[in-house]
């Protein structure tokens, strides 16, 4: 069985850093593709930072604040979250796949809470 276990969430003030760790266990091999989505309170979930065969890609709203890394080894992907905003406060959700594959899998979500 796949699981996609988080853990790194907080209260962080505005300025401040946070790291979120995600690690995949219950696969052979490794996904193609994995990485960071975020819901708000009253907003859909968007995706925030992703990385697929090595490439990453970005919303607009954390380039140059978060990085996407993954350790293959441990299985395991990050989000290094710098100069958070309050509009950086939302419920994180680690997601992996294949890109041939419509199917996904998630982690549970670690809420991340940015004061001003």
């Known amino acids: 069985q796949v699981q996609l276990v988080e853990s790194g969430g907080g209260a962080v003030q505005a300025g401040g850093s946070r790291r979120l760790s995600c690690t995949v266990s219950?696969?052979?091999?490794?996904?193609?593709?994995m990485g960071w989505y975020r819901q708000a309170p009253g907003k859909r979930r968007e995706s925030v930072a992703v990385i697929t065969n090595g490439r990453t890609n970005y919303a607009d709203s954390v380039k140059g604040r978060f990085t996407v890394s993954r350790d293959n080894a441990e299985n395991t992907v990050y989000l290094q979250m710098n100069s958070l905003k309050p509009d950086d406060t939302a419920v994180y959700y680690c997601?992996?796949?294949?890109?041939?594959?419509?199917?996904?899998?998630w982690g549970q979500g670690t809420q991340v809470t940015v004061s001003s």
């Open positions: 997601n992996a796949g294949f890109t041939w594959s419509d199917y996904t899998y």
């Open positions: 219950g696969i052979i091999g490794r996904f193609n593709t």
